[in-house]
Each structure stands twice: as structure tokens, then as C-alpha cells.
């Protein structure tokens, strides 16, 4: 079969030797069973791994019909949510809608990922001029963040809206019976799409979390859902084969092994950077813990070589790459020639822009290599819903199986509370009796 994420290791084989890679193909065997058994640490959140066969059409025809109603009654639409509840919708989002919006196209904006005041009064106040809806997410119904831009919106919806025109406005994603939100949805009698409880926030962009903002911005969800499903086939665990993502997993602990911490992910298409973001959180926060894993970080060429560039030529030598490539682009533009010539470019008369991105691909890749950087290339033939639901579900896959492979259990974050305990003493948050 067709495998429709490649992936190209021999950029970083001359960092680890054959009996090592053996060795972990065994670990990676033994971790990718696990998985597709239910047995190892934290199966209980192993929902995702299925979720493409078992997802039910419908619930994704009543997804596909809340978002033709917010349609109707919105030209905006605010998605409200932070972490495993934001960034799958805003990889999403970004990567597969154009890149300029015109006046009257409908728009999707986030909201409560952050805790800047500037961002809400501003946003406050552009939605004062147009008619919105709110996609409230999170799983738990409690985080700071979101409850508080929701608050603020809920007050501006007051201020516009009837009763009756604010619960056909708001739709809730979260838990199926407990949390604040969830009491607030049932109390008001907002819309409601359930976050499945065995799906943990970074594992559920192809839930109705990341579905229904993906939905609203026009994405084709049966198209994203089939490529997960695809995804699934093709990297499903096999006694005899190994695959993609298998590799993958295989080749990051390799590097790490050998002293390689901090992991690179590259794109040279600026609409991926939001999917980088996406692809940090997923692998922080399944393996930063035990005071083990990579740190993950992203760059986009060439904007960064411009900047991160000079270091990763010539700085610590603490990283690998893995670039995400993209085959090819959903648009081109030629490049003209010109009479005076006088930025001396005319000797790229006729060739693309995409062109010189590929060259810059391909010169960056010898420039790094030659610096002594492990380069993994994964290959994907474009960009669009298929291939969005692809990748995701192969990251999904790759980061549980890399992280059953170093020891830990990729599905919790306990590391996460910490911070907002010390936010919540000093905010002087009551405890809950
Ligand atoms: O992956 C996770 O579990 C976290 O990033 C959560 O998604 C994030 O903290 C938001 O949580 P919630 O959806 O409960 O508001």
C-alpha cells in the first residue's frame, strides 16, 4: 500500500550504528503493540487510536449543520478555548484556509489562549460591528484562561443580543456531565458537542473540538476525517512490517540517546507554522516529564535562517531537524523578467517561486548536514484536508509510541498544575469545599 507520509532517515543514520537501530526497532515493535493492545500506561486515553474508524456520521452531519447555522446567523466566529483546546482548530484553520481574507469572507478568531487584556478589549470591540458566535472548548470546564475571555464575550453578547439570539450563538464543546462549563451549557441551554472522555486535550483535534471551528472556517471534515483513516491503515500495528511513523519514533529516541535534546520542526510554508505549535504541545507534553524527553521547537525557512539560522550552522550542537515537506505547493507564481535587471534576478527568469523554495530546501539541508545536523525529512504530497487528517493522526501515532519508547506515559501532564497553583495563590482563588 501506498504510504502517504514518507519519511527519509538517511540524513541522520550517520549518527547512530546499526545494531543501535535494531535494537530500538525491537523497543518500537514493543511499544507500537502496546498501543494497538490497550496495555500499556495510560491506555485508558487511547481513544484516538480508533477515533477515525469509529467516528459516527451523525455527529459529523450535526457538526456540518451547527456550523451552516452559525453561518446564517454570524459572519464571525470566535473559538474560545487554550491548549489541546485551541491548537488542533488553529493548525487547522491556518494551514488549510488562504492566507489574505477580503471584508466579507466569514472569519474564525481565537480567543482565551492567552491572558492579554489588549487582545480582549480589542477584540471586544471589533466584534461590537459584526455579528458572532462563540465556540466555547475545554474539557475540564474549568481553565482560567478561556473562562475568562468567555466571560467577557458573554457580557458583550448581553449587551447586543436577546436571550434567545445568545443560546442559538454559543456553542459549548466540553465534558459530557461534569465541569463549570458543562453547567453553564445545561443551565442556559447552549448547544453542546461532548469532548470524549477518553481523549485527552492534545489527542483530540478530530473530536468536535477541533471539528466544528474546522468546519465553520469551510474546511471538509469528511475529507480530514478520511485522511486520518487512511493514516490509520496504513501505520496500523503489524508483526512484520514497519512503517513511518514506526521509524520516526524510532530514529528521534536514536538521536536523543546520542546526546541530540532539542528537536527542530521545519517547514518552509508559512501556513504550517500554527500545525508547529499543534506538534509541540502534542510531543512536550506526552514526554517532557521524569525529567526526560526532547525539548521541541519549531522554525519556518527561509524567514528564520534569517535569524536561527547562524546558530544552527554554527551554535551548540544540541539538535536534529525533522522537516516537514511539502511536495508541492497549491499555488505558484513565475517570476518575470525584467529590462533593467537591476536586482539581478533575471537569471531566474521562468522559474517559480516554489522553485527557489526548493532550492532553498535542498541547499539548506546540504548546509546543515555538513554542519554535522541530523536531518529526518517527513514527505507529504500537498497540502489539504486529507493530508491535515493524515498527519495528524501519524504524529498521534508516532508521539505515543516515542513516548512508551523512552518509559513514561505520554497521555497525562502533571507538570501542568504547577503553574496554576502558584497563579491561584496569588490570585487568592477560594478552594473548593
Ligand atoms: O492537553 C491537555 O490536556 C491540555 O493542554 C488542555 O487541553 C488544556 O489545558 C485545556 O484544558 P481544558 O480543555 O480542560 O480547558
Given at each position: ?221 469528511d475529507d480530514v476525517i478520511a485522511g486520518a ?87 551548540s550542537q544540541i539538535f ?114
Amino acid at each position: 500500500m501506498h504510504e502517504l507520509i514518507g519519511i527519509d532517515i538517511k540524513h541522520a543514520e550517520n549518527h547512530f550504528d546499526k545494531k543501535a537501530f535494531e535494537a530500538m526497532k525491537t523497543k518500537v515493535k514493543d511499544a507500537h503493540r502496546s498501543i494497538f493492545e490497550k496495555t500499556g500506561p495510560g491506555h485508558e486515553f487511547l481513544g484516538w487510536h480508533d477515533l477515525p474508524e469509529t467516528m459516527n456520521d451523525t455527529l459529523l452531519s450535526r457538526i456540518k449543520k451547527t456550523a451552516d447555522h452559525i453561518h446564517e446567523i454570524a459572519d464571525t466566529l470566535v473559538v474560545v478555548g487554550i491548549g489541546g483546546s485551541y491548537l488542533g482548530a488553529k493548525a487547522a484553520v491556518d494551514m488549510l484556509s488562504p492566507y489574505f481574507k477580503n471584508d466579507e469572507d466569514f472569519e474564525v478568531i481565537f480567543a482565551g489562549h492567552q491572558l492579554s487584556s489588549e487582545y480582549l478589549v480589542q477584540l471586544t470591540q471589533v466584534l461590537k460591528d459584526r455579528d458572532f458566535a462563540v465556540n466555547v472548548i475545554s474539557k475540564s470546564g474549568t481553565t482560567t484562561e478561556p473562562a475568562i475571555a468567555f466571560r467577557a464575550l458573554r457580557k458583550l453578547m448581553e449587551d447586543k443580543y436577546t436571550e434567545n439570539e445568545i443560546k442559538e450563538r454559543i456553542i459549548a464543546t466540553t465534558d459530557k456531565d461534569e465541569g463549570a462549563l458543562r453547567e453553564l451549557a445545561d443551565k442556559h441551554g447552549f448547544e453542546t458537542f461532548v469532548v470524549p472522555d477518553d481523549i485527552g486535550g492534545r489527542y483530540s483535534v478530530l473530536t468536535p473540538v477541533g471539528l466544528l471551528p474546522m468546519a465553520a472556517s469551510g474546511i471538509d471534515i469528511d475529507d480530514v476525517i478520511a485522511g486520518a483513516k487512511t493514516a490509520m491503515d496504513v501505520y496500523r500495528y503489524d508483526d512484520e512490517s514497519w512503517n513511518a511513523a514506526e521509524a520516526y519514533a524510532a530514529v528521534r529516541n536514536l538521536l536523543y540517546d546520542k546526546g541530540k535534546k532539542v528537536e527542530l520542526f521545519i517547514n518552509y510554508e508559512q501556513k504550517l507554522n500554527a500545525f508547529t505549535e499543534w506538534w509541540k504541545q502534542l510531543f512536550a507534553e506526552s514526554e517532557g516529564k521524569e525529567n526526560q524527553g526532547l525539548f521541541v521547537s519549531g522554525a519556518s525557512f527561509s524567514t528564520d535562517l534569517h535569524s536561527l539560522g547562524q546558530f544552527i550552522q554554527q551554535g551548540s550542537q544540541i539538535f536534529f531537524e525533522t522537516i516537514l515537506h511539502v511536495e508541492k505547493p497549491n499555488a505558484d507564481l513565475m517570476i518575470e523578467k525584467t529590462e533593467d535587471n537591476l536586482d539581478k534576478l533575471n537569471y531566474l527568469t521562468g522559474k517559480t517561486v516554489d522553485y527557489v523554495n526548493d532550492k532553498a530546501y535542498k541547499g539548506t539541508m546540504q548546509a546543515h548536514k555538513d554542519a554535522g545536523v541530523p536531518l529526518i525529512v517527513i514527505d507529504v504530497e500537498n497540502i489539504n484536508a486529507r493530508s491535515f487528517g493524515s498527519l495528524v493522526y501519524f504524529f498521534e501515532l508516532a508521539c505515543a509510541i516515542s513516548g512508551y519508547v523512552l518509559g513514561v506515559n505520554p497521555f497525562n501532564q502533571p507538570g501542568v498544575e504547577a503553574y496554576k497553583s502558584k497563579m491561584f495563590a496569588l490570585l487568592g482563588k477560594p478552594k473548593v469545599s
